[in-house]
């Protein structure tokens, strides 16, 4: 599952080298999804559903709660929301992967108590260069080992309303 396609990176390039793999883009803006349909049919690609929804509602209907091996962000939000939105997409024993930027590091230290909360037991972070961008990038990959609480993903504006990023440090 690839949450916030856009353009279809990485989801339709999985999907491409990955023909048995069936591949669900998560693209709440409705031209990208029309976009997302479009290239998945002038490719033949017959393994790519484009859903065409906000996260936070997706993630609470059975039919795509928890029932994804991979789930992978492109830097969508930051990671205490992103986390939020994608964790409930993943299986028990499955993995989560997010591209995010320099601020990789100390965002996941301060959301590590919050995503066990969510269902996350191990966080890795894999750094990396991007050629010709001469910036930082970084891998978190996530490990998922119980079910996600319910109450989870809330309404996104309580979401980012309550975000630890959002609010002043004192």
Known sequence: MDLGSGAGLPGILIAIFIKDANIVLIEKNNKKAEFLK??????????VYAVNKPAEEIGRENRYREKFDFCIARAVAKIEILSELIIPFCKINGKIFLY???????ETSKIRSFSKKLGIFKQEIFETEVPRLDEYRAFIVM????????????????????????????
Not at 38 to 47: C, D, H, P, R, V
Not at 100 to 106: G, T
Not at 147 to 167: D, G, H, M, Q, W
């Open 38 to 47: 479009f290239a998945a049919e002038e490719l033949g690609l017959k393994n």
């Open 100 to 106: 995010k930027s320099s601020k990789a590091l100390e």
């Open 143 to 170: 490990e998922k080992n119980k079910v996600t609480p319910l109450s989870f993903p809330r309404n996104y504006a309580v979401i980012k309303r309550e975000s630890l990023f959002c609010k002043k440090e004192s």
